[in-house]
């Protein structure tokens, strides 16, 4: 079983700061983590995702992620936020050797004030 | 390049109606899935075709059911509407080549009254 907890259902930034949106995944394998984007009425966007190799990824929009095996978490950082940041992030796992159906946290909503 | 389009964009039932969705996968993809994102939650798998049959579900009961035509494209079908069905329906496609990666649609907003 896998499974997914996003810490902070709504993170406040100042524009020009340090971005950090926190999870932490459970999974009885190796896993495949991702982080997603949603800006209003639009659907979800791939920023990165983590599939064995480097244990640092980075994505797009200057988003980065790093997979900590023995904190099982997948952080997402951004150094600058831009106002454009301003959004629902999803983090999902799915399963290596499986369905590879990703299982979603709740997400955390990022406001970024001017 | 076209990606995953989904129609209609929003959609108002009465509770006890019966609705389809639709659902164009990303040029050269051959598997979709649908999501169900309830306000305020992440979204919650309901099922993949591919080769037009059903290949996974997840936890929802059988007023939903699904079909997958010889193009690719997809319907969402859901019976005898509740209240609680209203929330955005997304579809994701991926190919062979992307089997750990989905391309998402821009979803259906559905509100049940």
Same mark, same amino acid.
């Given at each position: ?29 190796? =896993?495949?983590?991702?982080? /997603? ?62 369905? /590879? ?12 004030? =001017? | ?11 108002? #039932?009465?509770? @006890? ?8 996968? #990303? ?23 591919? $080769?037009? $049959?059903? &290949? ?6 059988? &007023? ?36 750990? $990666?989905?391309?998402? @649609? ?8």
């Amino acid at each position: 079983a896998q499974s997914v907890t996003q810490l902070g259902s709504h993170v406040s930034v100042s524009e020009g700061a340090l971005v950090l949106l926190r999870c932490n995944y459970s999974s009885s394998v190796p =896993p495949y983590l991702f982080w /997603y984007v949603q800006y209003p009425n639009q659907g979800l966007q791939l920023l990165l995702k983590y599939t064995s190799a480097a244990t640092l990824v980075k994505g797009i929009n200057g988003f980065e992620a790093e997979f900590k095996k023995s904190e099982t978490s997948f952080h997402l950082t951004k150094p600058s936020a831009h106002m454009s940041d301003a959004a629902e992030y999803f983090c999902a796992v799915s399963e290596t050797g499986g369905s /590879y159906i990703p299982t979603f946290g709740r997400g955390t909503s990022l406001i970024v004030h =001017p | 390049d076209a990606g995953v389009t989904q129609s209609p964009t929003h959609l108002i #039932k009465t509770r @006890g109606q019966q609705v389809t969705l639709r659902c164009s996968p #990303k040029s050269g993809h051959d598997t979709v899935s649908w999501y169900q994102q309830a306000l305020g939650q992440g979204p919650q798998f309901i099922f993949q075709y591919y $080769e037009e $049959e059903e &290949r996974q579900r997840g936890n929802f009961p059988d &007023r939903f059911s699904g079909h997958q035509f010889p193009n690719y494209s997809s319907e969402l079908n859901v019976n005898a509407l509740l209240l609680g069905d209203s929330a955005l329906y997304l579809c994701a496609s991926r190919g062979l080549a992307g089997v750990n $990666e989905q391309y998402f @649609g821009p979803g259906t907003r559905l509100t049940v009254t």
